[in-house]
């Protein structure tokens, strides 16, 4: 009986020969990630529901400090210290209080291919970018996971997305999961396994294609997957100084079933913006050009990496921040930065008048750094735009690439990267 690769790594961990989707299985876990945004919920949940002592596996419950650092209230400090306290308690061997954003150092330094891997924040499944089936949870199951190392969950049907061609001068992978997004609408593909696939993949970085993984949150999927390839296993290499061996059985089988097959032609794709206050409200960027902006965001999981500051500064050599405008660069991660650090570019956003923040979320969900008050507008690198999640209720959010939000912070207004190229 054909696979995909999801339903492969499913039954791998459920101790199956195979399993279909709807099947109700109990996995065994590989990688079980909190972060602060519940810990204060985890941590009541395990101390007083459960009532447990320990975690399955010291090494394999991974908790990350980074939707509010530093803190920026006395309960958020508080939140970070019961972490640090509930950390000690059980003797976690990774607790990470200022290196960036989980999804990040999950990808950085833990995740491997062919893993299965759950985490209290809905873009987990980030991580089928380098071939692990991954998905967020609620914090009940999660304590659950943490205290058993397994969970039950319903095999997702697999829908296909076959990218071909190359993308077009100042069009990047952003662009695609919005197009995307703009295709399936909010919820179009809730509960399945999102499957990139296609020669297209071939012309896009490993980087770049967390972003495609990434965004599969804002369709309403249960995971994301790219099978893993030589580019995965070199990435895995160049960031951590060595790799896994390359694991031939990682592949979805040929005659596989998937429930609807998506063809993007990446050459026809031009710069993509999702307008306030929905993702799946996106426009090509002339339909949208001309907006004034306040605040200007390049970071957050979806587009805070080395690759998405090189672009953006790309844009920026040479021009200034338009006046009024707060242009805002927090790196994903404390590797990220310091990268960012010795190749300069730290420097271009400083003295082009931008601001680079602590590694961290950010003005993503607007918990610190760059509130918006009622009436402003930002561009944003991040996922949503929901309305709200950046400061006041009555404030509006615009979702693009990093080239796009550096071209409009130079202008002070949504503008086309393609401009500045
Ligand atoms: C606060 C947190 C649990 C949340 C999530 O689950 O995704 C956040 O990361 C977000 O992006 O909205
Ligand atoms: S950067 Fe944004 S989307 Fe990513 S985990 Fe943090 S708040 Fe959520």
Known sequence: MSMTLTEKIIARHAGLDMVKPGQIV????????????????????????????????????????????PADSPQTAEVHQLSRKFAERLGLTHFYETEGICHQVMMEKHVEPGMLVVGADSHTNSYGVIGAVSCGMG????VAVMVRGETWLQVPHSVKVELTGTLPAGVYSKDIILNLIKQTSISGLTYKAVEFTGP?????????????????????????????????????????????????????????????????????LSPQVARPHSVDNVVDIGE???????????????????EDLREAAGILAGHK??????????????????????????????????????????????ACQGVLSAGQTMISSGNRNFKGRAGSAESNIY?????????????????????YL
């Open 139 to 142: 914090s009940t199951d999660v």
């Open 200 to 268: 297209g993949l071939d012309g896009i970085a490993v980087p770049q294609r967390f972003t495609l993984c990434n965004m599969t949150t804002e369709t309403g999927a249960k995971s994301s997957m790219i099978a893993p390839d030589a580019a995965t296993y070199a990435y895995i290499r160049a960031i951590r100084g060595s790799a896994p061996e390359p694991d031939p059985t990682l592949f979805s089988d040929p005659d596989a079933v998937y429930e609807q097959t998506y063809h993007i032609d990446l050459a026809s």
């Open 321 to 366: 921040v338009a006046p009024g405008v707060r242009f805002m660069v927090t790196p994903a991660s404390r590797s990220v930065y310091l990268q960012g650090m010795r190749e300069g570019l730290l420097e271009t956003f400083m003295s082009a008048g931008a601001i680079v923040n602590h590694p961290g979320c950010s003005a993503c969900w607007g």
């Open 288 to 306: 949208t050009a001309g907006v004034a902006i306040d605040q200007a965001f390049l970071g957050a999981c979806t587009n805070g990496r080395i």
């Open 26 to 69: 109990s996995a065994k876990v590989d990688l079980c990630m909190a972060n602060d945004a519940t810990m204060r919920l985890n941590i009541d949940i395990f101390d007083n529901k459960v009532k447990a002592t320990k975690v399955f596996d010291k090494d394999r419950v991974i908790l990350i400090m980074d939707h509010q650092v």
């Open 399 to 419: 979702l693009s690439s990093p080239a796009t939000v550096a071209a409009s912070a130079i202008a002070g207004k949504i503008t086309d990267p393609r401009e």
